[in-house]
Every structure is written in structure tokens, then in C-alpha cells.
């Protein structure tokens, strides 16, 4: 008979090789590894990563290391929550009611159209006597009147006219530029378009509205959509109908809006053109230059007025 010997020892025999676990939970069991770090993870520290999963302190680590994302004009991914645009809306829409509640008994007969002592107060106005008897205006220091007033409006439909335009201008614009550079384009291009109506039109006239920055809006979504290479057919048309508007419907400050127009669009150009390498610098640096000269001319024009 042919005998079989048998195995000399079995496989099994030795130490049992441990299960790794998770090096946050020691108690949980995994076979999965951080492919950053190589230490075992468990299902609940998993974080997905473009090849595999990290642990989250590779997580955190990563996100220290890598650079934010950046629009082409050096806007921020916050840009594109529009947090700008609506809090412009809400504060326009908050002075609304302060206005109309400064008017008293007559709020209701206001609610359409007519101005109120708030819109008294802070509408532009080169220089005139006042209700009081005294004089007032920006001639006579009230300077505040050339911000005041692109948060004023005359009536419910003035608000609501201006702030649909600021609604679908401002939430693209706001996502390119991002939150500051945008709102510094808002309240320049408004300034720009209270000094031009401080500039030439009767010192005696008032005017209110942020149509001023609306019609900045209006230019720099043109400049930055040329600068981005897109198409900008369906602005123009739209461009064209607003200035008909502003040169044939009464009552409507043909200076403010030029002005406005023209201010945004030079504020768009420095904001869009500003050189890679430098460009907050250069972006912060135009936008004060344009400040300046705007405050150049204030002065200017102050001199006419009282000299």
C-alpha cells in the first residue's frame, strides 16, 4: 500500500494578520485609506476627493493650500450669491418706507408719485431756499445729497422701475465682478450720475432716484460682456429704449442718466481691463481717480454757484 504523509503543518498556523481600523474610531473595522494620507478611514470620516477618498484632515489641509477660485476680473465665488444686489434692493426699499412715513397723513397721497420731507432732505439739490427760509443744497455744504439720493425715490413705481433694473442687472454683474467690485461700480456710477445733475442742471431743481447707477449698470454690462467675448445684441436694443425714455418722457434727469451712463461704463473699463499681475491694485486705484475727479468737479461747481 502507498501511504500519504500529511501536511508538515497547516497554513493557518501563526499569527492572525489585524484588521485595520479607523485611526478616528479605533472600534470600527475598514479596509479603506485616506489616498492622501494612507490611514484606514471608516464610512463616517470618508470624504470624497476627484480620485478615491480623504480623511478630513487631508480635507482641511487641502482647502488651506489651494487658492480660491477667481472670476476673470478678480470677483470671488460670493459674487454669485448676489448678496449685493439684495441688500441694495432691501435698503431702497427700506428708505421707501421711512420716506413715506416722513410725509405723515399725506403718506397715501404720496404712495404713487410726489416728493416728502425725506426726499426734501436728501435729493440733489445745487442750491435753493429751503421750506425753512434758509438755504440749502450742495453749494451750501450738503454734500451727503449727491449719495442721499440714489436711495430715494418718488413713489412706488419710481422704486419698483429702478429696482427690476438693478434685479436683472445687478445679480450678472455682481457673479463676474464679485460682491465689492461691484457694489464700488453701483455707488460710483450713482455718484457720477448726482454730480452731472449737480453739474448742469438749475441749482433750484431736485432729483432723486437710482436710476443714476442703474444706467452705470447698464454701460458696464455692456463693457464686460464685450471684454468676455459675448454676444451684447440683446443689450443695446434694450440700451437704446432707456435713453428714448430719458430724452421724451417729463420729469426725467436727462443729466443724471448720462452721467450714470457714462461713469459706470469708465468704472466698467478700469474694473475690466485692469492688468492680470496688479489688477486689485489697479481696479482700487482707477476707481479712486475717478472719485477724485468727480470731486473735482463738485468743487468746481460749488465755486460757480456761491462765488
Known amino acids: 500500500m502507498t501511504e500519504r504523509s500529511g501536511p508538515a503543518g497547516d497554513a493557518t498556523d501563526g499569527p492572525v ?40 484632515e487631508c480635507v482641511s489641509e487641502g482647502r488651506r493650500t489651494v487658492r480660491p477660485a477667481r472670476t476673470a476680473f478678480g470677483g470671488g465665488a460670493a459674487g454669485r450669491q448676489g448678496y449685493v444686489t439684495k441688500t441694495l434692493i432691501a435698503l431702497n426699499g427700506l428708505v421707501m418706507l421711512l420716506s413715506l412715513a416722513s410725509a405723515g397723513a399725506a403718506a397715501l397721497s404720496k404712495l404713487l408719485s410726489g416728493s416728502t420731507p425725506l426726499t426734501n432732505w436728501g435729493s440733489v439739490l445745487g442750491l435753493a431756499v429751503l421750506p425753512d427760509h434758509t438755504i440749502g443744497g450742495v453749494a451750501e455744504g450738503q454734500w451727503y445729497r449727491l449719495v442721499t439720493a440714489m436711495f430715494l425715490h418718488y413713489g412706488l413705481p419710481h422704486l419698483l422701475l429702478n429696482m427690476w433694473g438693478l434685479w436683472v442687472l445687478g445679480r ?16 460710483i456710477a450713482g455718484l457720477g ?75 466698467a473699463l478700469v474694473l475690466a481691463y485692469a492688468p492680470r499681475m496688479r489688477r486689485t491694485l489697479f481696479q482700487a486705484a482707477g476707481g479712486a481717480i475717478i472719485a477724485l475727479a468727480l470731486l473735482g468737479l463738485v468743487l468746481v461747481r460749488t465755486g460757480m454757484l456761491t462765488g
Open 17 to 56: 494578520p489585524a484588521v485595520p481600523v479607523c485611526y478616528r474610531h479605533p472600534g470600527r473595522e475598514t479596509y479603506v485609506r485616506c489616498t492622501r494620507c494612507d490611514r484606514p478611514i471608516c464610512p463616517e470620516c470618508m470624504r470624497e476627493a476627484s480620485v478615491g477618498h480623504q480623511c478630513p
Open 172 to 187: 450678472t454683474l455682481e457673479a463676474v465682478l464679485g460682491p465689492l467690485r461691484f457694489l464700488a461700480l453701483y455707488l
Open 193 to 267: 450720475g448726482n454730480v452731472a445733475i449737480y453739474l448742469f442742471s438749475p441749482p433750484y431743481q431736485t432729483s432723486a432716484g437710482a436710476s443714476t447707477a442703474i444706467f452705470g449698470l447698464f454701460a458696464a454690462i455692456f463693457v464686460i460682456m464685450r471684454r468676455l467675448g459675448r454676444d451684447t445684441s440683446a443689450i443695446v436694443p434694450i440700451l437704446v429704449i432707456n435713453l428714448i425714455f430719458t430724452f421724451t418722457v417729463p420729469h426725467i434727469s436727462i443729466a443724471g442718466h448720462l452721467g450714470g451712463l457714462v461713469t459706470g461704463a469708465v468704472m
